[in-house]
C-alpha cells in the first residue's frame, strides 16, 4: 500500500515540476523574443532601404 501512495505522489509532483519547467522555458523564450524584436524591425527597416535605393539606382532592372 506505501508503495501505490508513493507512486502515485512521486507521479503527481512529476507532472507539476515538468508543467513549472515548461512554463519557465516559454517565459525565457518570450522574453529573448521581446529582447530582439527592436533588432529585427532595424534590420527590416535597413533592407526594406537598402532595396528602395538599389531601385531607384538601377530601374531598368524593376522594369519601372
Known sequence: MFTVIATVILYVFGFV???????LAVRHGMEDLE???PQVLRVAQ???ADDRAFMRENAFLSGS
Open 46 to 48: 535597413s533592407a526594406s
Open 17 to 23: 515540476f515538468l508543467y513549472g519547467v515548461i512554463r
Open 35 to 37: 529582447a530582439r524584436r
